[in-house]
């Protein structure tokens, strides 16, 4: 078992830390919000009063943060975490951020002999706090082994995309792809329902024909058709809105560097951009459907 530091403990990053502690991790935890602090010290979490006090003996450093700009103020520059880790420390960033951010964290942490990879997930927050997530890794061979027990005790599937950096991409494909079939998901409920068609029955037929896709068989977006989604609770929890406009923002910057084409994920972007500017992002994704269905 490792003595593992985790800093960011929001919706997804809280039960990634309690699943660390049930696998028998010794675990110091550190967040601004000090009732999410609270609750995993309350689980037997240690924790102290910055990120570098509770770093202080880590074998391993593991971050989930917002945005980029969060993961570079924790890390990099005189005052960043880099500094202050031992050579050897094992430091895995869950955050979803730009690839070249995520490259040059890497490389300032390789000017520090520290062992980095880029572990962004997938799953959401019941994939959290089930320990069933997919990390997607990018960084050394060497370095992903290490830091593949570790990531055993929050997921189930454990990938290692390629060179620092790919994780980041392979995960900003996958939530494009996923915003994609969510408005899509949501615009032909809608039409059914426009018909007169109850959705919970157009639904089943959808799962069971071509149309079946993740959005509609695990996370369905329309109000009390499946038990246990943020659409039967209001869109509370789960993926916000901000967040999946964020990530869709960063596939959109990555196209443009690429000359990649991008017309449906451009859609999905502004989509979410609208919805997000008419009050909805602190919702679950999801409630994409309320741009095609008055409550």
Not at 164 to 182: D, E, P, R, T
Request: charged share 15%; aromatic share 6%.
């Amino acid at each position: 078992m490792a003595k593992i530091t985790f800093i960011g403990l929001g919706n997804m990053g809280a039960p990634m830390a309690s699943n660390l502690l049930k696998a028998g991790h010794d675990v110091t935890v550190f967040d601004l919000s000090q009732p999410a602090v609270e609750a995993l010290v309350a689980e037997g979490a240690s924790t102290a009063d910055s990120g570098k006090a509770a770093a202080e003996g880590a074998e391993c450093i593991i971050t989930m943060l917002p945005a980029g700009k969060h993961v570079e103020a924790v890390y990099l520059g005189d005052d960043g975490l880099l500094s202050a880790l031992p050579e050897g420390t094992l430091v895995i960033d869950s955050s979803t951020i730009a690839p070249e951010t995520a490259r040059a964290v890497a490389e300032a942490a390789a000017a520090r002999r520290l062992a980095f990879i880029d572990a962004p997930v997938s799953g959401g927050v019941g994939g959290a706090k089930a320990g069933t997530l997919t990390f997607i890794c990018g960084g050394e061979e060497d370095t992903f082994n290490r830091a593949k027990p570790v990531l055993e005790g929050m997921g189930k599937n454990i990938f290692h995309a390629g060179p620092h950096g790919a994780g980041q991409v392979a995960k900003i494909c996958n939530n494009m792809m996923l915003a994609i079939l969510m408005a899509g998901t949501s615009e032909a409920l809608a039409l059914g329902a426009k018909n007169g068609l109850d959705p919970a029955v157009l639904s089943e037929i959808m799962k069971q024909s071509s149309g079946g896709n993740w959005a509609l068989n695990v996370y369905n977006p329309w109000p009390g058709v499946m038990e246990g989604v943020p659409a039967s609770r209001e869109y509370q929890g789960g993926f916000l809105v901000n967040l999946m406009t964020k990530d869709l923002g960063l596939a959109f910057d990555n196209a443009v560097k690429n000359q990649a084409s991008i017309p449906m994920g451009s859609l999905a972007r502004n989509l979410f951009q609208l919805h997000a500017g008419q009050g909805n992002g602190e919702l679950d994704f999801s409630s994409i459907l309320r741009l095609y269905k008055a409550d």
